[in-house]
């Protein structure tokens, strides 16, 4: 589906097959994808931002 592509593509594996139960690290997105308090949700159609290794590394090469 378009959504899991999109996911697939933002975060850099495009073997990877998501699952219902599958995580990925909140700092993959806005404040405005994630709600709830003491369980934190992501909204409908969420997608991650940028991969956060990636973000990682561009601020260690001084791109950021």
């Known amino acids: 589906n378009k959504l899991t592509d999109m996911w697939r593509q933002v975060i850099?594996?495009?073997d990877w097959c998501p699952k219902k139960n599958s995580?990925?690290?909140s700092k993959h997105f806005t404040p405005h994808d994630i709600t709830g308090e003491r369980r934190k949700r992501l909204v409908s159609g969420?997608?991650?931002v940028q991969a956060h290794h990636i973000v990682d590394m561009n601020i260690k090469l001084g791109k950021i």
Do not use: D, M, N
Request: aromatic share 0%.
């Open 23 to 25: 995580k990925i690290c």
């Open 46 to 48: 969420a997608v991650p």
């Open 12 to 14: 850099g594996r495009p």
